[in-house]
Every structure is written in structure tokens, then in C-alpha cells.
T-cell receptor, first 115, second 110 residues
Framework: GAGVSQSPSNKVTEKGKDVELRCDPI?????LYWYRQSLGQGLEFLIY????????KSGLPSDRFSAERTGGSVSTLTIQRTQQEDSAVYLC?????????????FGPGTRLTVL | KNEVEQSPQNLTAQEGEFITINCSYS?????LHWLQQHPGGGIVSLFM???GKKKHGRLIATINIQEKHSSLHITASHPRDSAVYIC????????????FGAGTILRVKS
């Protein structure tokens, strides 16, 4: 694929259920980022995978949030026991190298609605 | 106080006008990004700069490191420029993670 893809594009779930959001980065990109954009608020950093290094999880809002990146490619963001305040658009981005100054390419996002 | 502040929050312009969006930051940075987000659409990286000025088509981005300020200019604005423009600082004190401004909602009327 030409760009970053995310699935599903929309997810509606009930409070208390677990959800998994998927990100397929651009092939060959070693860095992968997850961000969240809540309604009426700006973007916030969640987690950053950098090559084979341990991920930077400093932006995860609670221990209900976790993410993994298998084989240095696809990443999954998991939210356990979802709450209404988790409703947001979850965006994934990737960049070619581990350098922080590389251009990040964003996916279309997954819109999560927790009822 | 937000570490990255943008102004104005909302901007309405007439087609053809010259537009300026401002970004001030209080953190140490290694680079600053300007992003564009269309309604219902994804985010596109417009510029990444660490000094001076960059130009792409009708868009110009400048940064003044000493004053911790960046501007995004749009010349000869067009309705298709209507979008949210987001400034994001690559903050060195946060391990080179992006810290985002709240965004500027631009509407260009024909």
C-alpha cells in the first residue's frame, strides 16, 4: 500500500468492552506512533515504537491502554474495559527512520465511540 | 499554559487573501511541524523545519528559534485551503515526541 492504513475506520462499543485498533505502517518505516484526538481537543501522543527498541509508553493515559508491534511492522492498540472518555479518533503515523526529525505520515484514523 | 499555542483559533478569509497562522512554543525543540487536517480527512504533514524558511507552492513556513515562534503563510488563498492547521513541536525534553497546538480552523470563502 502507498500509505498508512488503519482498521477499522469506525468502531462503536459498549462501556466495559475491550477493543483492538490496527495500524499498518508504510513498508520499510521503522518508527510508528499512536496519537489520540478527542472531540474539541487537540492531538495527544500515546506511544512510540522505534525499531527494535523498547516502546516509549509515556503518553498512555492509563494501564487499560497497551500496544504492541509485531515483527517491526503492524501495530495493535488495545483498550481494555473501555470508558466513555476513551471516545476519540485514534491516529497512527509512521516515519522512515528512528530520527525524531523525519516526516511522519498519518493514517486516516479509527473513530472510536464508547456508548 | 499550553506548551504550544496557536493563534488565531478560528480564521475566516476571502478567496485570494494572504493568511498567517502563528505558533508559539515554550519547550526546547529539535524541529517544528505544520500539519493540515481536512474535515473528515486524515492529517498531512506540510512542513518540518528547524530553522529559517521553507516554501511549497502557495505555502510558506518560517521559524525563529530565538523567539520560539513559527508562522504558516498561505498566499492567494483558495476555498480548498479550508482545513485545520496544526503546529506540533518536536520537544527535546520529552524525548523528541510531538507536542501539539490546539489547531487553527481556517475557512476560505469564495
Amino acid at each position: 500500500g502507498a500509505g498508512v492504513s488503519q482498521s477499522p475506520s469506525n468502531k462503536v462499543t459498549e462501556k466495559g468492552k475491550d477493543v483492538e485498533l490496527r495500524c499498518d505502517p508504510i513498508s520499510g518505516h521503522t518508527a510508528l506512533y499512536w496519537y489520540r484526538q478527542s472531540l474539541g481537543q487537540g492531538l495527544e501522543f500515546l506511544i512510540y515504537f522505534q525499531g527494535n527498541s523498547a516502546p516509549d509508553k509515556s503518553g498512555l493515559p492509563s494501564d487499560r491502554f497497551s500496544a504492541e508491534r509485531t515483527g517491526g511492522s503492524v501495530s495493535t492498540l488495545t483498550i481494555q474495559r473501555t470508558q466513555q472518555e476513551d471516545s476519540a479518533v485514534y491516529l497512527c503515523a509512521s516515519s522512515l527512520t528512528q530520527l525524531g526529525t523525519d516526516t511522519q505520515y498519518f493514517g486516516p484514523g479509527t473513530r472510536l465511540t464508547v456508548l | 499554559k499550553n506548551e504550544v499555542e496557536q493563534s488565531p483559533q478560528n480564521l475566516t478569509a476571502q478567496e485570494g487573501e494572504f493568511i498567517t497562522i502563528n505558533c508559539s512554543y515554550s519547550v526546547g525543540i529539535s524541529a517544528l511541524h505544520w500539519l493540515q487536517q481536512h474535515p473528515g480527512g486524515g492529517i498531512v504533514s506540510l512542513f518540518m523545519l528547524s530553522s529559517g524558511k521553507k516554501k511549497h507552492g502557495r505555502l510558506i513556513a518560517t521559524i525563529n528559534i530565538q523567539e520560539k515562534h513559527s508562522s504558516l503563510h498561505i498566499t492567494a488563498s483558495h476555498p480548498r485551503d479550508s482545513a485545520v492547521y496544526i503546529c506540533a513541536a518536536l520537544a527535546t525534553e520529552y524525548g523528541n515526541k510531538l507536542v501539539f497546538g490546539a489547531g487553527t480552523i481556517l475557512r476560505v470563502k469564495s
